[in-house]
Structure formats: C-alpha cells, structure tokens
C-alpha cells in the first residue's frame, strides 16, 4: 500500500511527521502519534511509530477517504438503493447533470462495467471501474 504513493505524498508525510516528532529521531512516542492520527491497531506494539509505520497508517487514510468517496458517488446513481445502478438510474442522473444520454449509450456503459453480466453495476464493478480511470 505505501510503495504506491507518489514521491511527492511521501515528503508530505515526513514533513508532518517531522513537526510530530519533536526529537526528530525517526522514532515517536506511541501515544502523541494515536492522538494525531488515532490509528495503531495493525501497527506492531513495539511502544513507538518510526516513520516507516506513519506512511503505512497513513497511506491506509487515504485508501479509506477513497473508498468513502467512492461510495457517496455510487449513492448519487443508486437512486432506488438498491445496492445496484441500473441503465435507467444512470441516464436519469446524467440527464439530471445536463448530459444528453440515450438509452442506448446508457445500457452500453453500463455493459463496460457490468463484470458478471448480470445487467446492473454493483459498488465493487463501480469502485473498479473509477479506480482503473484514476
């Protein structure tokens, strides 16, 4: 998980460690960093997060803020919520956005998507499909 962060998080998470770390001796207190970012569960209990740990916790948020974004825009085109997004529910939300979609250009993005052919996008197929966008 952190080996796909870009270089560029990478050093902003070592320079917020670093105003963390007060000794700035790569290794910190347990407790000031669970008040900071309040996650240690995963994280061996050796008493101290050096900053190998705090780029693991923290490239960890970041996958949690995407699959939580990812879920409020999978809402937006569940209009039924019925766990599903459906041609119909897809055209209405595009047309709701301004955007001209017949429903045959609906029923073909929603093939593009549909990874069991069952004729409905679920959230995983919709989380893969946004994901391999990125």
């Known amino acids: 998980m952190a080996d796909t962060l870009t270089d560029d998080q990478v050093a ?5 460690f670093c105003l963390i770390d007060k000794d700035s001796d790569e290794d910190q207190n347990m407790m000031m960093m669970m008040t900071v970012i309040n996650e240690a569960d995963d994280i061996e209990r050796k008493g101290k997060i050096d900053f190998e740990d705090f780029v693991i916790i923290m ?8 699959v939580d974004e990812l879920k409020e ?15 119909n529910e897809l055209r209405q939300v595009m ?22 052919g069952d004729g409905v ?13 990125l």
């Open 73 to 87: 825009a999978f809402k937006v085109f569940d209009r039924d919520q019925d766990g599903f997004i459906s041609a």
């Open 12 to 16: 902003q998470f070592r320079e917020v």
């Open 95 to 116: 047309m709701n956005m301004g955007e001209r979609l017949t429903m045959e250009e609906a029923e073909q993005m929603i093939r593009e998507a549909d990874l069991d």
């Open 121 to 133: 996008v679920s959230f995983d197929e919709f989380a893969r499909m946004m994901m391999a966008a």
């Open 59 to 66: 490239a960890r948020k970041m996958q949690e803020n995407v």
